[in-house]
């Protein structure tokens, strides 16, 4: 019973579903790029942890990477890019 005085109504387990629910029905915008990690060439990965310098992906997002790409999924339009340059 503690635990149920303690969670709100709804709980944040439910906002969680939601927020999935909404993230997995959204179209592709502008920012989208940001909540993916992206194929981008390993010479240049290498380049820009020395240097600083920003890479861009497959996709043509350019940017600095500092994230671990671990933690994200593969962007779609990379992984298309790719899958193209294979055959």
Do not use: N
Request: hydrophobic share 30%.
């Amino acid at each position: 019973m503690a635990a149920e005085e303690e969670t709100p109504a709804g709980g944040v387990d439910v906002l969680d579903r939601e927020l999935e629910k909404l993230l997995e029905d959204e179209q592709l915008d502008e920012g989208d790029h940001e909540r993916f990690s992206h194929y981008v060439k390993k010479d240049k990965i290498v380049d820009s942890a020395v240097t600083g310098a920003p890479v861009r992906a497959l996709c043509g997002k350019i940017w600095t990477p500092g994230r671990d790409p671990e933690k994200f999924p593969v962007c779609p339009e990379c992984k298309k890019i790719y899958d193209g340059l294979k055959k």
